[in-house]
């Protein structure tokens, strides 16, 4: 019988590297914004805390040991490393996966996903400079790329399905070339002893649109659809909902954000919302032939980059997201292969982490780890 396989995207961008001490400061991490982070109104909860780990450093090798034994305690299969590669073999933030692919450690699955989008500077409130520009050179440029992580599709920790090396894109419709992009790739596992690759399609543009990433090349999509809370709330592609229920979420979005911009001046987010009201809107019902692998998402408030323009999603508690984890088992069951993201593992600036934190400690951990563990003892008794 398969059993529900967590995956959880990890960032690597908690070390200092020399483009972001040029663009923002030397020693800038993910930390940097965390640290400076503050209330925006009345019960806002920031700036968060680690517990466990502190302000870490990814390059120290026992910090990655340890949050290897967290994420397994709680049940998590693996971690899906964002990678960044902008064109013509430039990357960034690639030492930590490239020192655990190296040294063999820590002795936990992983697989890929890369990250293709432009960088610009909205963490800090310009989000029209552009720091460093995702760039597409076509076939060449792909082969090169798929040779570039090679050694980490064979690496025996790589995580596979059938026997697939899974492999995530963040925005696959910004490929001028989907179907070439997903071939290239396919073609050359082949030629290289793998028995194919598992293309995941991340729709996290397309929430609206009706497409298939099937007849484009890929496996199986997903989808972290949080964004629908700001852009398509009241207007989200509604054909799986009834008519009543429609006019309600077009009705109460509208009644939101009406009130939001009507104390705009106060400086208060325009996007402020509890996170039990956002919960329906995490979740997609498939229509496709292929998997959608749904995404848990473990809070958000990306407000220590973005400012009032951020999204905050408030009283965000170890109850509420057991809840969440709870919605997410019946579309996992609808699944093939059995697989849901987990977004994400320590995205502190965005306040979407499941790492130990001051308040909480590992609540959310242990959360995650029970309701598996009475996930899979249910399954194990038919």
């Known amino acids: 019988m398969n059993t529900i396989r967590p995956i959880a995207y990890y960032l690597p961008q908690f070390h200092p590297i020399p483009e972001n001490d040029e663009w923002w400061g030397k020693g800038f991490t993910e930390w940097t914004n965390v640290i400076k982070a503050k209330p925006l109104f009345e019960g806002h909860k920031q700036p968060y805390f680690p517990a466990d780990l502190g302000y870490y450093d990814l390059r120290v090798p026992e910090v990655r040991e ?45 697989c890929l996903a890369w990250a293709n989008e432009s960088w610009s500077g909205i963490w800090h409130g310009a989000s029209d400079r552009i720091l460093i520009k995702q760039e597409y050179h076509g076939l060449k440029d792909y082969e090169a790329h798929f040779y570039d992580i090679l050694p980490a599709f064979l690496d025996k920790r790589y995580i596979r399905v059938e026997d697939k090396p899974l492999f995530v894109i ?4 910004d490929l001028p070339d989907m179907q070439e992009f997903c071939d290239i790739f396919r073609n050359l596992a082949v030629k290289n002893n793998l028995k194919g690759i598992h293309l995941v399609a991340n729709n996290i543009k397309n929430v609206k649109i009706d497409w298939n990433p099937e007849s484009y090349g890929f496996d199986a999509y997903t989808t972290s ?9 009241y207007n989200f592609s509604t054909k799986n909902i009834n ?31 509890k996170y039990e009201d956002a919960l329906k809107y995490f979740l997609l019902e498939n229509n ?13 408030d990306n407000s220590p980059r973005c400012g009032i323009n951020g999204l905050i999603l408030t009283d965000y508690t170890p109850d509420q997201f057991r809840i969440h984890v709870k919605q997410v088992f019946p579309f996992v069951e609808k699944t093939k292969n059995k697989i849901m993201f987990i977004k994400s593992w320590n995205e502190w600036a965005e ?5 130990p934190e001051s308040e909480y400690g590992i609540r959310f951990l242990d959360v995650l780890r029970d309701e598996m563990l009475k996930y899979r003892e249910n399954q194990n008794q038919f």
């Open 66 to 110: 340890q949050q290897a034994q967290l994420a397994r305690n709680a049940g998590i299969e693996g971690f899906c490393y964002w990678h960044y590669w902008f064109g013509i073999g430039k990357q960034l933030l690639e030492r930590p996966f490239n020192e655990v692919l190296k040294s063999g450690k820590p002795d936990f699955p992983f």
């Open 170 to 173: 963040y925005n696959p419709t």
């Open 225 to 233: 659809a949080h964004n629908r809370i700001i852009h398509d709330g």
């Open 243 to 273: 008519k009543a229920e429609k006019k309600y979420a077009i009705q109460y979005w509208y009644k939101k954000l009406s009130k939001r911009l009507s104390k705009r001046s106060s400086d208060k987010p325009l996007y402020t919302f």
């Open 288 to 300: 496709l032939n292929i998997d959608s692998y749904p995404t848990i998402i473990t809070g958000w």
């Open 351 to 355: 306040g979407n982490y499941l790492e």
